[in-house]
């Protein structure tokens, strides 16, 4: 059975760092595109950041591109979202996302989401 785990969520103050990270179990990711989505209240999920299997490609959401950093360690079937420079609209559970062979399409492997409070 296939589990993605996030953890590193948590509160935070506007200007501040958090560190993402996503551990997946039942099935080996390293040749799949990984990523993260986010859903704040009352808003549809969408899309952050994606890296490919090899690593070499990413992607990014306009709005957290030169803040947010997708990176991963296939060794450990983990993937990492490093958070920058937050601001109050970066609030919301982000989930991890994995099992696409394309950047810009979700695969069909979710996790249960982390939240993320950035206070202003």
């Known amino acids: 059975q296939v589990q993605l785990v996030e953890s590193g969520g948590g509160l935070v103050q506007a200007g501040g760092s958090l560190r993402l990270s996503c551990a997946a179990t039942?099935?080996?990711?390293?040749?799949?595109?990984k990523g993260w989505f986010r859903q704040a209240p009352g808003k549809e999920r969408e899309f952050v950041a994606a890296?490919?299997?090899?690593?070499?490609?990413?992607y990014y959401a306009d709005s957290v591109k030169g803040r947010f950093t997708i990176s991963r360690d296939n060794a450990k079937n983990t993937w990492y979202l490093q958070m920058n420079s937050l601001k109050p609209e970066d609030t919301a559970v982000y989930y991890c996302?994995?099992?696409?062979?394309?950047?810009?399409?979700?695969?069909?492997?979710w996790g249960q989401g982390t939240q993320v409070i950035v206070s202003s």
């Open positions: 996302n994995a099992g696409s062979r394309s950047l810009v399409v979700a695969g069909p492997y």
């Open positions: 039942g099935r080996d990711f390293s040749s799949y595109a």
């Open positions: 890296i490919s299997g090899g690593g070499v490609g990413t």
